[in-house]
């Protein structure tokens, strides 16, 4: 698996905040662009897309390009670790 996000070209989503309850936003295919996408990454004749959002808020649409068998490499994040104890050290339970 790539770890590189690779956008799903033509596609589009939108959140509508003023929809009724049970619709959740808007896809928007931009067709010469999309079919372009679909070509190019299509396997056994499927594209998968996930549909994520951005730190902004803002959503969009990236190639999910995950494959049964493949090994895939877990990310990490990193936890902060304080540089001294936040409690006295006669506090500490241990």
């Given at each position: 698996m790539s770890e590189e996000k690779i956008f799903a070209e033509g596609f589009s989503f939108k959140r509508r905040e003023n929809a009724p309850e049970?619709?959740?936003g808007r896809q928007s295919?931009?067709?010469d662009e999309a079919v372009?996408?679909?070509n190019k990454h299509a396997?056994?004749?499927w594209v998968n897309l996930d549909i994520k959002q951005a730190k902004n808020g803002?959503?969009?649409c990236e190639l999910d390009n995950w494959e049964a068998?493949?090994?895939q490499t877990p990310k990490v994040?990193?936890?902060?670790v304080p540089s001294k104890p936040t409690k006295p050290i006669d506090e500490l339970p241990f």
């Open positions: 049970f619709v959740v295919i931009k067709v372009a996408f679909l396997k056994n004749g803002n959503y969009y068998g493949v090994p994040q990193e936890k902060a």
